[in-house]
């Protein structure tokens, strides 16, 4: 008998003890975050973003989301990583416009040519209203809830191995290797440039070899991705701001608690400013534009030939806008425009 009341009181600690288990694991929520920079927060905004989202998720949540993330392509390129995400495979991915493009092509409509007066005005825009009407548009879109637009560097600048670019002029006939996004292309032909598509991971080659003489992104990433190795001259344009779109998958989002929902939001955003925060600092440290300097030779385009580089690819722009996306298309290119220019004053 108290052989059998041993046995039977081993056997429900052992039950109790795989129902904690489970009851465990289940309480227990796992956020795979993918995205294609190193996760050194001091390296890139990427890696800044991650750093701080989990930090805070982890300790906000007492560990009932517990975030692993994937730094440096390791699930794949921007639309491989995307599909992942949809597919609920991967929970959240942070992705360039180029990538993002590939679920939602109309992220095309922020490729407004000088749109911006400096990168403060960057911020209200996709943090106010606009960032709102094109998160909700995504989502609609796409069925990717947008937990922010993280800063990918700040304003594009071009660079090449050829000639100074300090003139339009100067411009002509470069071969620039842009994203896939054919308003970058369309951009690039406007000035009368030679786009060419590639690859990201391919990026330093082609122009170390040649197939391309010059690229366009922002100081950070021509920093970390050492094009100073490879390219003699910056031209300081500002000519284009393209956000990083971080997305998670709505499912994952859905099964989190109220209390879960409010600590990954309010994360998010932290880790956004701590992006942005790293940018200007790389920017302006030896790790940036001072560094760059010191290999390159920079220019800076000034305001009356930015306006002659804008009126030579403003006029096409917006047309592609216009035939690609229609009139809802136009009218988010709008709002967009309606938003900088409330920003800007």
Do not use: C
């Amino acid at each position: 008998m108290r052989l059998t009341k041993s046995i039977l009181a081993m056997g429900m600690a052992v039950a109790f003890g795989v129902l904690s288990s489970v009851s465990g694991a289940q309480a227990e929520k796992v956020l795979k975050l993918g995205h294609l920079n190193k996760d050194d927060p001091f390296d890139n905004a990427t890696g800044a973003m991650v750093t701080v989202f989990k930090n805070l998720v982890e300790a906000g949540t007492n560990g009932s989301v517990k975030v692993q993330t994937f730094p440096s392509g390791q699930l794949g390129k921007d639309a491989e990583l995307l599909q992942q995400v949809k597919l609920g495979v991967v929970q959240s991915g942070i992705h360039s416009t180029g990538g993002f493009a590939s679920v939602y092509p109309k992220i095309g409509v922020l490729d407004v040519p000088f749109a911006f007066p400096n990168i403060s005005a960057t911020y209200p825009v996709f943090d106010g209203p606009f960032g709102v009407k094109l998160a909700a548009d995504i989502q609609k879109k796409t069925g990717l809830k947008v937990l922010g637009f993280g800063d990918s560097g700040g304003f594009f600048n071009f660079t090449n191995s050829k000639r100074p670019v300090k003139t339009l002029a100067d411009f002509k006939g470069l071969k620039i290797r842009t994203m896939g996004l054919d308003t970058h292309k369309k951009l690039v032909a406007s000035l009368g440039g030679q786009p060419t598509g590639i690859a990201w991971s391919e990026v330093y080659t082609a122009l170390q070899t040649g197939v391309v003489d010059g690229q366009m992104n922002p100081i950070p990433v021509i920093a970390f991705a050492k094009f100073n190795e490879v390219q003699k001259y910056l031209t300081l344009s500002g000519h284009l701001f393209t956000p990083y779109v971080w997305v998670i998958n709505a499912d994952f989002w859905n099964g989190l608690s109220d209390s879960e929902k409010g600590v990954l939001k309010h994360a998010a955003r932290s880790a956004i400013v701590a992006g942005r925060g790293i940018s200007r600092i790389i920017e302006a440290s030896e790790r940036g534009l001072p560094a760059l300097a010191k290999a390159l030779e920079v220019y800076s385009l000034p305001a009356s030939e930015k306006a002659k580089f804008q009126a030579a690819a403003l006029p096409t722009i917006k047309a592609h806008i216009k035939a690609t996306f229609g009139s809802e298309g136009e009218e988010m290119m709008n709002a967009y425009l309606a938003a900088i220019k409330a920003a800007a004053q």
